[in-house]
C-alpha cells in the first residue's frame, strides 16, 4: 500500500501518542497532540499507510518568517522507507507556502546524515539552554 502524506490531517491522539512512544522509547501518557499543535504550530504533517498513522512531523512558527520542525517520528517498521524525508519534505513545502523563509530543526548526532543529507538543511552555529 502507498504512504499517503497529508497536510494538517486529522488525527487521534492515541495514535500520535502510540507512534511518539514507540519511536522515542517511552510509556505513554496521555498527551494532548491536538491542543498542542492547533495552539502552537503553522501545521503538522502525518504519513498513513492505509489507515494506520506510520509517521508525523510538526512545523512550530514564530508567526512570520520561521518555522521550526519538531517531534518527528515514523514507526521503527516503517523507517529506511523515505517516510521521514517525505514527512520533512512537505513540511518544507506547507512552511514555504506560508511565507517562512527559513526552517530550523534541532537533532541529536545520530539524525545528522537524515536531516543534513536526506533532508538538505545545512549545519550552523546554534546555541542550547537546558532549563
Keep these: 500500500m502507498a504512504t499517503t502524506y497529508t497536510w494538517r490531517g486529522t488525527f487521534d491522539n492515541t495514535e500520535v501518542e502510540a507512534l511518539h512512544a514507540a519511536g522515542f522509547g517511552y510509556e505513554p501518557t496521555g498527551h494532548d497532540w491536538q491542543q498542542q499543535v492547533t495552539a502552537h504550530s503553522l501545521g503538522w504533517v502525518c504519513a498513513r499507510d492505509g489507515r494506520q498513522l506510520v509517521g508525523f512531523v510538526n512545523v512550530a512558527w514564530d508567526g512570520g518568517t520561521h518555522a521550526f520542525i519538531l517531534d518527528t517520528v515514523v514507526a521503527p517498521d516503517m523507517r529506511h522507507r523515505s517516510v521521514g524525508t517525505a514527512l520533512v519534505d ?8 506560508a511565507g517562512c523563509r527559513w526552517l530550523h530543526v534541532d537533532f541529536e548526532e545520530q539524525l545528522r546524515g537524515f536531516y543534513l543529507d536526506s533532508c538538505g538543511f545545512r549545519s550552523t552555529p546554534a546555541g542550547l539552554l537546558e532549563l
Design 90 to 97: 512537505v513540511a518544507a513545502t506547507r512552511a514555504r507556502d
